[in-house]
T-cell receptor, first 114, second 114 residues
Framework: NAGVMQNPRHLVRRRGQEARLRCSPM?????VYWYRQLPEEGLKFMVY????????ESGMPKERFSAEFPKEGPSILRIQQVVRGDSAAYFC????????????FGEGSWLTVV | GESVGLHLPTLSVQEGDNSIINCAYS??????FIWYKQESGKGPQFIID?????DKRQGQRVTVLLNKTVKHLSLQIAATQPGDSAVYFC?????????????FGKGITLSVRP
């Protein structure tokens, strides 16, 4: 998973605040995926983006969550008005295309809502 | 609904022994399967993958077996080492030809006894 950069690695937010998580994909990769991992569970798909486009957001909660992958800069996962249930590890992954290549994960951003 | 699940939550093996981690999947449309290793506080690390047109694939000290008839996937680790201690996840793509929305199992903890 070398090359997929996520920051911050750890983030603490009070209930009601906003959380912004950033992901820079591996060099040459234009496809980004966000997954969420609750404690002692597997990863759950949230959203799949290409540059400037959301391709599949079927795993995103309908409210408070949004994602973008602008032409320039990292992909951003934004969580507004955080609640304690948002506390989780958020992982970004990237791939060079959508044809079935392996996706590689970053080290994750751990969000704690207090 | 579709699901990927692991038969056992924990596995304890003696250092030097072989480990076998099993996984069941239910989506017959899946044609790509991956094993990931996750150490505490880190992101999922790719171990090995296999496509549905194969029933066995070998890597360095690891072998993945796929039985499409019974929808079963296994990971074999030869000569297990302390560094193999981690949580292991199987994942499937769920949609033929794509890898955008992996479905993960809950994970099994492998503990290596010295």
């Amino acid at each position: 998973n070398a090359g997929v950069m996520q920051n911050p690695r750890h983030l603490v937010r009070r209930r009601g605040q906003e959380a912004r998580l950033r992901c820079s994909p591996m060099k040459g990769h234009s496809h980004v995926y966000w997954y969420r991992q609750l404690p002692e569970e597997g990863l759950k798909f949230m959203v799949y983006l290409q540059k400037e486009n959301i391709i599949d957001e079927s795993g995103m909660p309908k409210e408070r969550f949004s994602a973008e992958f602008p032409k320039e800069g990292p992909s951003i996962l934004r969580i507004q008005q955080v609640v304690r249930g948002d506390s989780a590890a958020y992982f970004c992954a990237s791939s060079p295309d959508h044809s079935g290549n392996t996706i590689y994960f970053g080290e994750g951003s751990w969000l704690t809502v207090v | 609904g579709e699901s990927v699940g692991l038969h056992l939550p924990t596995l304890s093996v003696q250092e030097g022994d072989n480990s076998i981690i099993n996984c069941a999947y239910s989506n017959s449309a899946s044609d790509y399967f991956i094993w990931y290793k996750q150490e505490s506080g880190k992101g999922p690390q790719f171990i090995i993958d296999i496509r549905s047109n194969m029933d066995k694939r070998q890597g360095q000290r690891v072998t993945v077996l796929l039985n499409k008839t019974v929808k079963h996937l296994s990971l074999q680790i030869a000569a297990t080492q302390p560094g193999d201690s981690a949580v292991y996840f199987c994942a499937e793509n769920g949609v033929s030809g794509a890898n955008s929305k992996l479905t993960f199992g809950k994970g099994i903890t492998l503990s290596v006894r010295p």
